[in-house]
């Protein structure tokens, strides 16, 4: 089986949509080391499934997208535990942060410490109206470890980054909204996950390769200086000028109809 069918986390395709679920309501969906690691098994069984178009993460029930790492477990881990968890979100969440599939979180309540810097990991972010977002971490002595301090000032400037950080506050789906933090808020009674459908809509239907290339031409330009990030984006288009979607494109266009992507 290629994705798993019980523990921790929820995997169903909906259509060409693979929706991600924590599933640990009873401890607001934290991220216990095998949640960590089903997700970037997932991540990983995703990235090479042609029938999947897009990933939607979301948590089970009303009340928590995820609450951050798992306390009641650290309770029992070592200085050493804790530094191997740190890698363990590098390498499992990271396969979900540098998947070619783009991912979307569907935020449907608290996303606390951990569960912000999963979201963040995502390539968009959807709130439940409901939802609060905060890295609640130097309010616990320690600092956001999953790629938090480096991710969140890209996102929402350096000055509400600090901001977050160091007060520990609460933003609300509305101000997440308006810090650019999220995407899009839920109409009142829409599921986050139902408005993170609706919103990917367009992605589920488009051609994955042009889709892919673009994240991580995208993604380059955080790392690299403005040529090499020019050079990146080169070799990334020329990945597309090679694939048969871009020629269907063209005559999608040509025959006024609806353009049929393969991926290849
Ligand atoms: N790890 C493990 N268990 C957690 C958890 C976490 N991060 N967050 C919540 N839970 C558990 C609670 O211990 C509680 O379990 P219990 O019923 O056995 O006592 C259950 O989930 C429900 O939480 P509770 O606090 O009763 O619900 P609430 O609605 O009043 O508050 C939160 C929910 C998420 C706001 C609150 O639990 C919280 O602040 N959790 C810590 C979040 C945090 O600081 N995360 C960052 C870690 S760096």
Redesign the pocket.
């Known amino acids: 089986m290629r994705y798993p069918t019980e523990g921790p986390l929820r995997v169903a395709l909906e259509g060409r949509a693979l929706v991600l679920t924590l599933d640990r309501p009873?401890?607001?969906n934290?991220l216990s080391r095998e949640l960590i690691r089903a997700l970037g098994a997932a991540a990983r069984a995703a990235a090479t499934d042609d029938d999947v178009r897009a990933i939607v993460l979301t948590g089970a029930g009303d009340?928590?997208f995820c609450?951050?790492?798992?306390?009641?477990?650290r309770q029992g881990f070592t200085k050493d535990d804790v530094r191997a968890q740190l890698r363990l979100y590098r390498s499992e969440l990271g396969a979900l942060d540098r998947s070619p599939k783009p991912v979307v979180a569907a935020i449907n309540g608290?996303a606390?410490?951990?569960?912000l810097e999963l979201a963040l990991m995502c390539d968009l972010r959807v709130a439940a109206p409901t939802a609060q977002l905060a890295l609640?971490?130097t309010g616990?002595a320690?600092i956001p470890g999953a790629g938090g301090t480096q991710k969140l000032p890209r996102i929402v400037g350096e000055a509400r980054a600090k901001e977050m950080i160091l007060t520990g506050r609460r933003l609300s789906a509305d101000e997440a909204l308006g810090w650019g933090l999220v995407n899009r808020v839920a109409a009142p009674g829409q599921s986050a996950k139902d408005a993170a459908l609706a919103m990917i809509e367009p992605i589920l239907k488009g051609a994955p390769i042009a889709q892919a290339a673009a994240l991580e031409a995208i993604d380059a330009s955080f790392d690299a200086d403005l040529a090499t990030g020019m050079q990146l984006e080169m070799l990334a288009y020329e990945r597309t000028l090679v694939s048969e979607d871009r020629d269907e494109a063209l005559s999608a266009f040509a025959q006024k109809r609806a353009p049929d992507y393969r991926g290849r």
């Open positions: 009873e401890r607001m934290a009340k928590a609450a951050g790492a798992d306390l009641k477990e608290v606390l410490g951990g569960g609640p971490e616990l320690i």
